[in-house]
């Protein structure tokens, strides 16, 4: 996120405050189970810098609330490691398993039985959609935030690819 401040700016003082006020807003916070909360709009008009006042202000839930967990990810078309789903993926991944480690159980299996063949694991986003779900379907985690910026920025082929398992999440095929 720090790339993304640097470039895009930081959010103004009292800006973006008009989101946590929308109803839609309220709503997806409140419920219990897979929720999500789509911000859509043209270029330019502050989406990202939406994204990064949610991060922070999902932050600061998340300290006050260990039972919490959040993960984020900011897709970027200019870097190529940074625009595909398997990027996406890893980064949500990492961030997960460094904040619960717990979590560590529902990749050691795939670990263990990969050993020697791990880029084919960290490349294939079937097995990395696996492991995550996983670990959002682990009871023990407590509630999961995830917020992905600029999934429009990520290469076609994948980002079809991650928009169908994400549709299984709130199909209740997951």
């Excluded at 509630?143 to 199909?171: G, M, N, P």
Aim: aromatic residues 10%.
């Amino acid at each position: 996120m720090a790339a993304i401040l640097r470039t895009k700016g930081t959010v103004v003082q009292g800006t973006c405050t008009w989101l946590l006020d929308e109803s839609e807003y309220l709503d997806w916070e409140d419920k219990e189970g897979p929720q999500l909360l789509r911000i859509r709009g043209g270029p330019g008009i502050g989406k990202t810098i939406m994204s990064t006042f949610l991060v922070d202000k999902l932050e600061r839930k998340v300290e006050k609330d260990s039972a919490m967990t959040l993960a984020y990810y900011f897709c970027d078309n200019r870097d190529k490691s940074r625009n595909t789903a398997t990027a996406l993926l890893r980064g949500l991944l990492l961030q997960l398993l460094r904040k619960r480690p717990i979590l560590f159980e529902h990749i050691e299996k795939d670990y263990v039985e990969m050993k020697d063949r791990l880029p084919e694991l960290f490349n294939s986003i079937d097995g990395l959609w696996r492991i995550f779900r996983t670990m959002l379907n682990d009871h023990n985690t407590g509630k999961i935030y995830i917020l992905v910026d600029a999934l429009d920025e990520c290469e076609r082929s994948s980002r079809q690819s991650f928009l169908t398992y994400l549709q299984t999440l709130f199909s209740g095929d997951n």
